[in-house]
């Protein structure tokens, strides 16, 4: 509602008001509130720069996919389908912190305390995709088959992954 009273008359009873009034003396209805400017978290820009640097890297990492490996070639099909999996709860989690951003007034430590646990978590994410393309990057210039690192960063995406539907 505006300060202006709906040209000085009670909208719910027609009477009469004062301007500046907040309580219509006839009805007794609230006639005017201040409305309170909304706060944004200080975390909001932190989690949307989150989001987009792991939407980079996994674009990265899914197209250096596409570049070293057949699409039916099994390698392929586990590294496609870890990315899938990582982005489905990375999703997941950022919804969340989105969801946690919201109820963050700046006055609420355990609101805090768990926007910064989920925002840690996020950027783990972020570390292993970098992994994964830091391996990627290894491959396509030995061409080498070096399963085991590869499959050493298959088991840590799983573990994080593990550890974050435990979460």
């Known amino acids: 509602m505006s300060s202006e009273n709906h040209n000085h008359f009670c909208i ?10 907040h309580y219509c003396s006839h009805c007794g209805k609230e006639v005017y509130h201040d409305v309170e400017p909304e706060i944004p978290s200080k975390y909001e820009p932190e989690i949307l720069k989150i989001e987009k640097e792991y939407n980079l890297k996994q674009a990265k990492a899914k197209e250096l996919v596409d570049r070293l ?4 070639h099994v ?4 590294f496609t389908a ?15 912190a989105r969801k946690m ?10 609101v805090e ?11 783990t994410f972020i570390d ?17 088959d070096d399963d ?9 995406m799983d573990d994080l992954i593990g550890s974050v539907k435990d979460y």
Do not use: W
């Not at 390698?75 to 586990?78: D, G, I, R, V």
């Not at 292993?128 to 080498?144: A, F, R």
């Open 69 to 72: 490996f057949d699409p039916s």
């Open 75 to 78: 390698s392929y099909q586990k």
């Open 101 to 110: 951003v919201e109820l963050d007034d700046g006055h609420n430590l355990v």
């Open 12 to 21: 719910y009873c027609g009477s009469k008001l004062v301007p500046n009034q």
């Open 113 to 123: 305390k768990e926007l910064k646990i989920k925002i840690k978590t996020l950027n």
């Open 148 to 156: 085991e690192d590869i499959n050493n960063l298959f088991s840590e």
């Open 128 to 144: 292993k995709m970098e992994d994964l393309i830091n391996e990627l990057v290894i491959q396509l210039s030995s061409n080498e």
């Open 82 to 96: 870890a990315i899938r999996k990582s982005n489905g709860l990375f999703d997941n989690q950022i919804t969340v």
